[in-house]
């Protein structure tokens, strides 16, 4: 099944794509992505959803971590992580995708009518482990619903009759696969994963300020050690890597606008000290901040 779906997606996104990279669609919270040539390992940062890559392919490094999503799999975004991406394409075969995201109250409404399963008592308790970043097979429920929410975005009218319904029934089948628990423990209140999840949320609204640990762990009502236990454990990085990691990546996309020089980006994004931003940048990127 996974090669002819794969090559039938790909047939009914080609028409769609007018741009490289991501570029919206008429469904929010639906994007499509597109490269025509590869890109090495760099850094970059994705908001929580789900990528389904139809051509091409892409690698996903977060700390040992080495994840593969491609044509057969797609990629489960629960929380947003620094990480590197690498970008595999040919002439033949540029990369085609696209990319559904995660809305917290579509999620909250969608988690009141799955049950909860108690991956505990099967077989290959690993493979359901919640993990903020995983790739998952495609199986044929995920298959049919991301080719009908593809299929929409040929008409207007059907975007906007039946868009926010095929974006469910995505999230649905997502909600209902190996890592579902990992986007049902978003919208749950209780459990470490939840917490920090909260804590990065309220993270990206504050990045530039002045954080520490403490602040972070006072947040979501945990101590200071558990909380930077619990948070390396689950992202791969330290707070203090995490933050300086985001800074950097928001400091990238000013940089890339032109009214944004060198010392305004770093001052945007919380550095007091431009020649501590520009060493760290250049650390970080391997170009310093001058060179994009």
Not at 101 to 118: G, K, M, R, W, Y
Not at 161 to 167: C, D, I, K, T, W
Not at 232 to 240: E, L, Y
């Amino acid at each position: 099944m996974t090669g002819r779906w794969a090559e039938g997606l790909a047939a009914t996104l080609k028409p769609l794509i007018e741009k490289e990279g991501f570029s919206d669609t008429p469904i929010e919270g639906v994007r499509l992505i597109a490269s025509e040539c590869g890109h090495p390992r760099t850094p970059l940062i994705y908001e929580p959803g789900l990528f389904v890559i139809a051509q091409g392919d892409k690698i996903g490094y977060l700390g040992e971590r080495v994840i593969h999503y491609g044509p057969g799999n797609y990629l489960v975004q629960a929380m947003p992580l620094p990480f590197e991406c690498e970008t595999l394409t040919s002439p033949e075969a540029p990369l085609l995708g696209i990319n559904i995201a995660v809305d917290p109250l579509t999620l909250s409404e969608l988690v009141q009518h799955v049950p909860e399963i108690n991956h505990s008592e099967q077989s290959g308790m690993d493979l359901y482990r919640p993990e903020p970043m995983a790739a998952v097979a495609i199986d044929a429920s995920m298959a049919e619903a991301v080719q009908r929410l593809a299929s929409c975005l040929h008409d207007k009218v059907a975007c906007d009759a039946l868009g926010s319904g095929r974006v469910r029934e995505v999230l649905f089948a997502a909600l209902t696969g190996p890592q579902g628990q990992s986007l049902r423990q978003l919208v749950q209140s209780h459990g470490h994963y939840a917490r920090i999840a909260e804590s990065l949320s309220y993270l990206h609204r504050h990045f530039a300020a002045p954080l520490t640990v403490e602040t972070l762990a006072n947040r979501v009502n945990m101590s200071a050690s558990h909380f930077h236990h619990h948070f390396r454990q689950t992202t791969q990085m330290s707070p203090v890597q995490y933050l300086k990691r985001l800074r950097l990546l928001r400091a990238r996309m000013l940089l890339s606008q032109e009214r944004f020089n060198v010392a305004r980006a770093a001052l945007e994004v919380g550095y007091r000290s431009t020649s501590q931003f520009s060493r760290e940048y250049k650390r970080y990127f391997g170009v310093s901040p001058s060179q994009g």
